[in-house]
């Protein structure tokens, strides 16, 4: 007979996060070369041509009163004609020739394209070989080249641009290879910021005033730790409804993580607390200016109407509904890890790396433990720390509040609700240098220690710069442009029942792409809301799917920074969060649906 060969188990490692987003990289640069090849036309320069420079004494002898009026011709191309001013509306979308070329009978007859070309073109499709500058438009019909080249003979050198949705420029190896690199560069903010956190969370760790006073909470909140999960959420959640709460969340993953941890659950529960909470706000987001406010801003700059206070209340209902799915599934899996550890989600080697970190929240359970009086001022520092960042990162202006315009701007030459992550980074430094002096590490104990910390986040700033390298393949070849185009002309032809559900998917792919709400709202909606006012459909509705599509999406992609960076802080592998989560982010995704379509009836 024959035996049966005893065959070992193996089992399959998860690809890292790094290899994730490097795959979708590869993807995108491959299918730059599927796609159709773009068409080109001339650059419109609305900046450069509404502020013409003149030399020195040019126009001081007499007041511009020989400027152009822009009249069409017959044959689609626009003639000049004396005016009394030269004004914005003249300069724009324009080229530049001379008083003297224009006053030229001939030249009058001629189309402006004619005059272009036996003028001297510079790198900006700027014409300007005489004495004083006047405006010639372009053709309304503007000519259309299959390449670069032929259009810069025409346009010179960057006066070019690709006509809106005709193609998709082929990624070179080198800017494969080069995203991640570039997108180092494009969050160099937000790492400096992680890097900073890190010192200054190793600093606090050294008080050792965060353990101790997160065993006395856990202590006091036993049997009650659910309600702390629920009051996290609902508080991370209005922080993200009212100005994006997403990456500021960063610096809150170790503490959370360590407080489920030292709890009884797992640091995948801290993650959902924090990830789930503030995503549920950004996803209904009703004022905030990084997402609604930059879609409302595009609708209104197209000349599309809408109603405000719809907006909202469709935000508000996204919210609450998201959050309470999410809230049902994170306490769900909070019980059952409580009653039973092996339910946990997290791998072995997960669950070592949890335990080595967040082992000695553990340690340690005297009742009479208590708090020393430099742990305390240690905490409140702590506390102070974050609270500041909050107040800092909130645009108040946006709400017609000047109150710390005055008086706040003396420590990081930006006064509060202007900051961003360059001021943050500078606020946990100066809290960092605050905690050594109170706990007297001295000048070599405290560089050591915060230098450690900053190495501890190495892995993090990687993660977060690989991850925005998908961003920047995608705008160097105009995937994202040609994606949103060719999709609305095909939304176009769909009754709104279908055309809400379809938009919502649509930008469910973008945002896997352009993970920035600001972004994605700033690229789509001047695309999407026309096409809706079109045909009828309430742009109300479509203002918010981008929004909440967006939102859904930076609950569980790996081209998230702040996924990214909460994840690898927590000690939680990116492959575990997307097998937990991916149940409750299609669970969103449906009620949103539902919502999206019930407001558009």
Same mark, same amino acid.
């Given at each position: 007979?024959?035996?049966?060969?005893?065959?070992?188990?193996?089992?399959?490692?998860?690809?890292?996060?790094?290899?994730?987003?490097?795959?979708?990289?590869?993807?995108?640069?491959?299918?730059?070369?599927?796609?159709?090849?773009?068409?080109?036309?001339?650059?419109?320069?609305?900046?450069?041509?509404?502020?013409?420079?003149?030399?020195?004494?040019?126009?001081?002898?007499?007041?511009?009163?020989?400027?152009?009026?822009?009249?069409?011709?017959?044959?689609?191309?626009?003639?000049?004609?004396?005016?009394?001013?030269?004004?914005?509306?003249?300069?724009?979308?324009?080229?530049?020739?001379?008083?003297?070329?224009?006053?030229?009978?001939?030249?009058?007859?001629?189309?402006?394209?004619?005059?272009?070309?036996?003028?001297?073109?510079?790198?900006?499709?700027?014409?300007?070989?005489?004495?004083?500058?006047?405006?010639?438009?372009?053709?309304?019909?503007?000519?259309?080249?299959?390449?670069?080249?032929?259009?810069?003979?025409?346009?010179?050198?960057?006066?070019?641009?690709?006509?809106?949705?005709?193609?998709?420029?082929?990624?070179?190896?080198?800017?494969?290879?080069?995203?991640?690199?570039?997108?180092?560069?494009?969050?160099?903010?937000?790492?400096?910021?992680?890097?900073?956190?890190?010192?200054?969370?190793?600093?606090?760790?050294?008080?050792?005033?965060?353990?101790?006073?997160?065993?006395?909470?856990?202590?006091?909140?036993?049997?009650?730790?659910?309600?702390?999960? $629920?009051?996290?959420?609902? =508080?991370? &959640?209005?922080?993200?409804?009212?100005?994006? +709460? *997403?990456?500021?969340? /960063? %610096? @809150?993953?170790?503490?959370?993580?360590?407080?489920?941890?030292?709890?009884?659950?797992?640091?995948?529960?801290?993650?959902?607390?924090?990830?789930?909470?503030?995503?549920?706000?950004?996803?209904?987001?009703?004022?905030?200016?990084?997402?609604?406010?930059?879609?409302?801003?595009?609708?209104?700059?197209?000349?599309?109407?809408?109603?405000?206070?719809?907006?909202?209340?469709?935000?508000?209902?996204?919210?609450?509904?998201?959050?309470?799915?999410?809230?049902?599934?994170?306490?769900?899996?909070?019980?059952?890890?409580?009653?039973?550890?092996?339910?946990?989600?997290?791998?072995?080697?997960?669950?070592?790396?949890?335990?080595?970190?967040?082992?000695?929240?553990?340690?340690?359970?005297?009742?009479?433990?208590? $708090?020393?009086?430099?742990? =305390?001022? &240690?905490?409140?520092?702590?506390?102070?720390? +974050? *609270?500041?960042?909050? /107040? %800092? @990162?909130?645009?108040?202006?946006?709400?017609?509040?000047?109150?710390?315009?005055?008086?706040?701007?003396?420590?990081?030459?930006?006064?509060?609700?202007?900051?961003?992550?360059?001021?943050?980074?500078?606020?946990?430094?100066?809290?960092?240098?605050?905690?050594?002096?109170?706990?007297?590490?001295?000048?070599?104990?405290?560089?050591?220690?915060?230098?450690?910390?900053?190495?501890?986040?190495?892995?993090?700033?990687?993660?977060?710069?690989?991850?925005?390298?998908?961003?920047?393949?995608?705008?160097?070849?105009?995937?994202?442009?040609?994606?949103?185009?060719?999709?609305?002309?095909?939304?176009?032809?769909?009754?709104?029942?279908?055309?809400?559900?379809?938009?919502?998917?649509?930008?469910?792919?973008?945002?896997?792409?352009?993970?920035?709400?600001?972004?994605?709202?700033?690229?789509?909606?001047?695309?999407?809301?026309?096409?809706?006012?079109?045909?009828?459909?309430?742009?109300?509705?479509?203002?918010?799917?981008?929004?909440?599509?967006?939102?859904?999406?930076?609950?569980?992609?790996?081209?998230?920074?702040?996924?990214?960076?909460?994840?690898?802080?927590?000690?939680?592998?990116?492959?575990?969060?997307?097998?937990?989560?991916?149940?409750?982010?299609?669970?969103?995704?449906?009620?949103?649906?539902?919502?999206?379509?019930?407001?558009?009836?």
């Amino acid at each position: 007979m024959f035996r049966k060969k005893n065959r070992k188990k193996h089992s399959r490692a998860m690809l890292s996060a790094y290899s994730i987003i490097m795959i979708l990289i590869i993807l995108l640069g491959i299918l730059s070369h599927v796609l159709p090849k773009p068409q080109y036309t001339a650059a419109v320069l609305e900046d450069e041509a509404s502020s013409v420079e003149v030399g020195p004494g040019e126009w001081e002898d007499e007041a511009p009163a020989e400027g152009l009026e822009l009249e069409s011709s017959e044959e689609g191309a626009f003639e000049p004609v004396v005016s009394d001013e030269v004004t914005d509306e003249n300069l724009s979308e324009s080229r530049m020739v001379t008083n003297e070329e224009v006053a030229d009978d001939e030249m009058s007859n001629r189309s402006s394209e004619e005059v272009v070309l036996e003028e001297e073109a510079t790198t900006d499709g700027v014409v300007s070989s005489g004495e004083e500058l006047v405006a010639i438009a372009k053709s309304t019909e503007a000519e259309t080249f299959d390449s670069l080249e032929a259009c810069e003979e025409v346009y010179g050198e960057e006066g070019c641009a690709i006509v809106d949705g005709s193609g998709v420029v082929g990624a070179q190896l080198y800017q494969i290879l080069m995203a991640p690199i570039l997108g180092f560069a494009d969050a160099i903010d937000v790492c400096i910021f992680v890097m900073v956190l890190g010192g200054f969370l190793a600093i606090m760790a050294k008080t050792k005033a965060l353990e101790t006073g997160i065993k006395i909470l856990v202590r006091k909140m036993h049997g009650k730790e659910y309600l702390l999960i $629920l009051l996290l959420m609902f =508080i991370f &959640s209005i922080l993200g409804t009212t100005y994006g +709460f *997403l990456e500021e969340s /960063v %610096g @809150f993953y170790v503490l959370i993580a360590a407080t489920m941890f030292a709890a009884g659950m797992d640091p995948l529960v801290g993650v959902a607390t924090i990830l789930l909470g503030a995503g549920s706000g950004v996803l209904g987001s009703t004022i905030n200016p990084f997402a609604t406010g930059v879609a409302v801003s595009a609708m209104k700059d197209a000349g599309i109407e809408f109603n405000q206070g719809t907006v909202i209340l469709i935000a508000t209902v996204l919210w609450l509904t998201t959050l309470a799915i999410s809230a049902f599934f994170v306490v769900k899996y909070a019980k059952k890890v409580q009653r039973d550890k092996g339910s946990t989600f997290l791998s072995l080697r997960e669950q070592a790396m949890a335990e080595k970190k967040y082992g000695n929240f553990l340690e340690g359970k005297d009742e009479t433990e208590k $708090l020393t009086g430099k742990q =305390i001022a &240690s905490l409140i520092v702590f506390s102070l720390a +974050f *609270l500041v960042m909050i /107040v %800092g @990162f909130i645009p108040w202006g946006d709400f017609g509040i000047t109150f710390f315009d005055s008086w706040t701007g003396w420590l990081t030459g930006a006064p509060l609700g202007l900051w961003w992550f360059y001021e943050a980074a500078l606020w946990f430094l100066i809290a960092s240098i605050i905690l050594a002096i109170i706990n007297r590490q001295g000048e070599h104990g405290f560089v050591d220690t915060f230098i450690d910390g900053a190495d501890d986040m190495i892995g993090v700033v990687l993660i977060i710069a690989v991850a925005r390298g998908a961003s920047v393949l995608m705008a160097e070849t105009a995937l994202d442009n040609y994606i949103i185009y060719n999709a609305s002309n095909f939304l176009a032809t769909l009754p709104e029942m279908a055309f809400v559900p379809l938009n919502y998917l649509l930008h469910v792919v973008l945002s896997v792409l352009v993970p920035s709400s600001s972004g994605l709202a700033t690229l789509s909606t001047p695309i999407i809301a026309p096409v809706a006012a079109n045909l009828g459909y309430s742009t109300n509705v479509a203002a918010m799917t981008i929004v909440a599509a967006n939102g859904l999406v930076n609950l569980i992609t790996p081209t998230c920074g702040a996924i990214m960076a909460g994840l690898a802080l927590a000690k939680v592998d990116y492959s575990t969060w997307f097998k937990w989560g991916i149940r409750v982010v299609a669970c969103i995704a449906v009620i949103n649906i539902v919502v999206l379509c019930l407001f558009s009836l």
